[in-house]
């Protein structure tokens, strides 16, 4: 390919469009993580409760990963981003009506299913079209995609402070979101270079009309990966979950200023994701994602035991970015060869996604056992044995490399 071909406009639009859309997918999930305290107060949870009620959104993104692949190797990455990201705006307009003006666990319940199967969809979708760009691009940008998310994510956070400051209704302000995000990723999506067209796409030569999902699920390095990625994803998962309602009882925070701690964790892991980038391309996945990992025990430990507020936040701090490279890292590993790239990036995300389905009663259960704030003691924990997987990261040899 051409330095003419890998700069035109098209690709630069593609890089653009594929930004927007991790963007604010980041600004919709993070809405409802940011307002986690409030949906507790008005539906009267307490922890273990809260975590069940969060096992909603797991497993609908659960089940989405289980059928994305092959959604994505039907329909195109650009029409299953769409389609999923209706998902995503109703189970934010469900969920808002049933924290703010219905109150409802059970419907709660039903919109972060729907927000968890819509996110889980066009989490793979969009992650499979940022591989293919990366290629086109032809240096390491995958990252810098997932630190768009983060700033979606970091968006989010604010907006979400600046509602509970505001004492702006859930509804109206889970509703807005929905409506933003909605209109924003379809426009993006036009932008798309990688359409598939039953098995094949503009960028690829592969002619099979077969998906290889299956395939994938029996390859060892795939299902390391997504063991990995797993981990990773349960340490990033933990802290979106319950950071904010870790400070609230285990510091006495108020809600906004626990908004504003997950907001701490969310900037550092963007500034991560943005700096990464460098650090990969000239150091090289295994030695980076190790020493991220080692920042993201010394953060989480730093969280729970500083004792001073100004500690644990800035173990909150060091969390975030130990945590930012683990699963864009992953993602770009699934997809180090482009025709396999949607099977085994869907391979990956279910395992990875198992985090979040597992996370949250798991952390919730502990919390009713020793408080929420000692319950997140369970990162550093599986953070540790997990560096053994490290070096399954290599990129493999046979893969088309950058240009």
Sequence with gaps: MSRNEVTSDGVRGAVVGVAVTFGLNGVAVASWFARVPAARDALGLGAGALGLLLLAMSA?????????????????????????????????????????????????AVGLFLLGYGSGTCNVAMNVEAAAVERLVGRTIMPRFHAVWSLGTVAAAGLAAAAAWLRLPVTAHL???AVVTLAGTVAAARSYRHRHRHGTSDTSDTKSEKSGVLAAWREPRTLLIGLLVLVLAFTEGTANDWVAVAFVDGYAFGPAAGAVVFGVFVTTMTFGRVVGTVALDRWGRVPVLVGTMLLAVTGTTLAVLGGAPAVAVAGVALWGLGTSLGFPVGMSAAADEEDRAAARVSVVAVIGYTAFLAGPPVVGLLGDQVGILRALLVVPLLLLPALALVPVLRPIPSAKPLP
Excluded: D, F, K
Aim: proline share 2%; with cysteine; hydrophobic share 50%.
């Design 60 to 108: 609908g993104a659960t089940v989405a990963m289980l059928t994305a692949g092959e959604v994505t190797h039907r329909l195109g990455a650009r029409r299953t981003v769409c389609v999923s990201t209706i998902g995503v705006s109703a189970g934010l307009v469900v969920a808002g009506l049933a924290i703010g003006t219905w109150p409802s666990t059970a419907a709660t």
């Design 175 to 177: 509703t807005g979101v």
